[in-house]
């Protein structure tokens, strides 16, 4: 039985019952105090580049940032190897660790130079322009060109057959338009401008198809993302001044200044159904984003709901930057287990869940609870009917499960589908075997 709010009321007696009785005609109730502090938990906390291994090695997921350039050297021949050396692909999935990827076509630097193929600006007969600006050096291309268009669709294909199929991409934040993909060029410096609303969709398409179950994210609240779900991220995180005007896109719609439509809508509550990312600002200096203005930082980020930053992320562990991590997307506690007879012989286990963080848990991994004996040793697995993605922040909910005996070890556990082990750490204090949670040891 899977209980939402109004089924918890109608269960209260019970639940009061339980709690004030350890052992009570053959039931058994545990309660649980919620774990306080940061947590490192997947598909949440903070995103490091998947190339600085010191920082990724400690954070829970990693960024990966892929030009244009570096992925298709020669048309149709893609250099997985050395991406995947660069960027240590191999170790951090083994590692259990989630990706975000953001794919790049123009990426300012210091000296001259392009990120996309030059076979394919050569293609596309160098339509696009050269530029040394404030930003840096590079080459904004013209994405309007419809060379452009269906070779990107073709790169994205070949992204989404390499690494959209095992989970390892578990967000895309889409890229590919704009000085490093972020939507966006150097006004008032003869750049070809950024695409009309359909063109947009177009590039949003691409990678939509590509990774079907990746959840999207786009740098505004455009029109166009509506059909697949995207969400958003602020790459201006802790900034008070662009955090609000974010905020206020969310909230109230608005226009996309770079090309004057009306296409920014609002998505009040969106965040129930789609991720936050972001990174922090590079405009005000860690040390006070996570010192005197820590207070501030936190109340942006809850009014975000974020679920990620990353990959501008503190790089020195603090008590700033773990409340920041302890802030950060979902926090799934069993406040209470009851485990008592039921019809046919069997075992009836009662567990209270609820989410205390600012955001939901936006996929639907498998909950399982674990029969094992004294040494720790699972001796069979018995699904828990959560839907994790229904657990919103704040909400209680109640599930039933029953097993065939009282077995002398129960735990629970949350299933990672990429590597099929526990992943997820409740945040209840509990007794730990891996990433199993000990609810009960007779």
């Known amino acids: 039985m899977k209980g939402m709010k109004g089924t918890i009321l ?77 960027l240590h692909l191999s170790e951090w999935r083994a590692k259990g660790k989630h990706a975000v990827l953001r794919f790049v076509c123009d990426d300012p630097g210091d000296e001259a130079h392009l990120d996309i193929p030059a076979w394919l600006a050569e293609k596309t007969g160098w339509d696009g322009v050269q530029y040394d600006i404030s930003y840096g050096k590079g080459y904004a291309p013209n994405y309007n060109n419809p060379v452009f268009l269906e070779a990107h669709e073709k790169a994205a294909a070949a992204l989404g057959e390499r690494y959209g199929g095992n989970g390892f991409i578990s967000f895309v934040q889409m890229g590919s338009l704009g000085h490093w993909g972020e939507w966006h060029v150097k006004s008032g410096e003869g750049l070809p401008p950024m695409p009309l609303s359909d063109t947009r969709k177009e590039y949003i398409r691409h990678f939509a198809g590509a990774f079907p179950e990746a959840r999207l994210l786009l740098r505004r609240p455009f029109l166009e993302g509506l059909e697949w779900t995207a969400g958003v991220y602020n790459d201006m995180a802790g900034d008070p001044d662009a955090t609000e005007e974010w905020l206020n896109w969310l909230e109230s719609g608005g226009v996309y200044s770079q090309t004057g439509e009306h296409c920014l809508t ?44 990353g990959p501008k992320i503190p790089t020195e562990k603090s008590s700033g930057a773990d409340a920041v991590l302890a802030s950060l997307g979902y926090r799934l506690e069993i406040s209470k287990m009851s485990m008592g007879r039921a019809p046919g012989g069997k075992t009836r286990v009662v567990l209270t869940w609820k989410n205390s963080g600012n955001a939901p848990f936006y996929w639907d991994w498998p909950v399982y609870l674990y029969e094992m004996d004294a040494d720790g040793t699972v001796i069979r697995k018995t699904p828990v009917n959560l839907s994790l993605s229904a657990l919103m922040d704040g909400e209680t909910v109640m599930t039933e499960t029953l097993l065939s005996e009282r077995p002398a070890v129960l735990g629970v556990g949350i299933e990672d589908p990429m590597t099929g082990e526990p992943a997820v750490r409740i945040a209840s204090e509990m007794e730990q075997i891996g990433k199993i949670s000990v609810l009960y040891r007779k």
């Open 266 to 309: 609002a998505i009040d509550s969106f965040w129930q159904k789609a991720p936050v990312g972001g990174e922090f600002t590079s405009g005000i200096p860690m040390d006070e984003l996570l010192d005197e203005r820590l207070e501030e930082t936190l109340s942006l980020l809850a009014r975000s709901h974020a679920t990620f930053l």
């Open 10 to 86: 109608g269960l209260g007696a019970l639940a009061a019952a339980a709690i004030s009785t350890v052992l009570h005609h053959g039931k058994t109730t545990v309660t649980y105090e919620p774990l306080t502090g940061a947590i490192t938990n997947p598909l949440t906390g903070f995103a490091a580049m998947a190339d600085y291994p010191s920082l990724a090695e400690t954070a829970s997921m990693v960024f990966v940032k892929i030009t244009w350039a570096e992925l298709e050297p020669e048309e149709g021949v893609f250099d997985w190897a050395g991406i995947e050396e660069r």
